[in-house]
């Protein structure tokens, strides 16, 4: 029955751990933009510590673009686009219990580990502003993208912009 406790306590850590780590994307947009008009972007800034995550930015966020059907310009598009990283730490705590009376079922008395775990979360924030009036538009933010694991990096950047872009542009209010 420990057996039983013990490897149903570390398939549930296991799993509210995944989801605390994955990706979360929000994205919001200004209600009375036409993005029917605008068909062409240019590059205006993107913001980051690491120059090598410039060029990778720019191949996961043009591929979506194109994809619906827009054209980048080198200047002069209807839309200029800024991107910036940010990154900051965040902790999570991980307590484990022996099996000895740890949980509510079993009343008795246990020994419970909590360790502190930090993790670097980067943040990857992409603006759409209207060329002409320079007002911002669009606006969407995908975190857990950027890490120090410059392997992942890419993966998880292309990731995270297939789902900032997956709902754009916004549906025309009829």
Known sequence: MKAQNTIFAIALYFCFTAASFG?????????????????????????????????????????????????????????????METTQNQQTLNTFYDGFGGGWRWGGFGDATTTTETYKVGTLVVDLFDAKTKNLIWRSSSSDTLSNNAGKNTKNLDKGVQKMFAHFPPEEKK
């Open 23 to 83: 990706q979360q994307v929000k994205t919001d947009y200004d209600h009375n933009a036409n993005f029917g008009q605008y068909k062409t972007y240019s590059w205006e800034k993107i913001q980051t510590r690491d120059p090598l995550v410039v060029d990778r930015i720019k191949d996961a966020v043009n591929g979506a673009l194109t994809a619906k059907g827009w054209t980048q310009v080198d200047s002069g598009g209807d839309v200029s686009i800024v991107a």
